[in-house]
């Protein structure tokens, strides 16, 4: 089984690579389904599966924890000003390059610090049950949605408007 530092740096990969492919496109050619569900699902399943786990094992935890609530509050914003515009217009290209201007620096600190300085802390069986939690979460928001798994603007909207108690509500609070 997978830690939890390794299946969320997939996931950061996941979203590097959706978020260059999208900007090495040509935008009439653009289709930002695949970037814009991979960084929902990653800040949803983030919330409810990493902060606490850090908030938890970390010393400083809770102030980490608020820099990454915000950092959530922030991309979820950009990202939900972003699916207004048609991937072809200027004002896409600019939204989402608002958004990689807070989510680059973002993964960039978990990556080269908190999930090493989290790994440090928690006993591996811990780390690679909490890794299975995080797939469990991100597989349940993976399906049974459209092409490639993509829930249409309706849903994506209600997902991204959802709170972190409503989520937790809804998928239950032991997962």
């Known amino acids: 089984m997978p830690t939890l530092s390794q299946v969320v740096k997939r996931d950061h990969a996941r979203i590097t690579d959706a978020y260059h492919v999208l900007v090495e496109t040509k935008p009439e050619e653009r289709n930002a389904d695949e970037f814009v569900w991979a960084l929902a699902r990653y800040l949803i399943v983030e ?11 970390i010393s400083g935890g809770s102030e980490r924890q608020r ?3 915000d950092d959530y509050n922030s991309i979820n914003a950009k990202l939900r000003h972003m699916a207004k515009y048609d991937p072809s217009e200027e004002s896409f290209e600019s939204a989402l390059k608002a958004i990689w201007l807070d989510l680059e620096p973002h993964i960039r600190e978990e990556t080269d610090g908190d999930l090493d300085e989290l790994e440090r802390k928690m006993e591996p069986e811990d780390s690679r049950k ?3 939690k995080y797939e469990t979460l991100r597989d349940m928001l993976q399906r049974p949605y459209g092409a490639f798994g993509v829930p249409n603007a309706e849903i994506m909207d ?3 408007g959802t709170t972190k108690e409503q989520l937790m509500e809804r998928m239950g609070n032991g997962i």
């Open 158 to 160: 209600d997902v991204l």
């Open 67 to 69: 820099r990454l609530s």
């Open 130 to 132: 909490l890794g299975q």
């Open 47 to 57: 919330n409810l599966a990493l902060i606490p786990a850090l908030e938890y094992h």
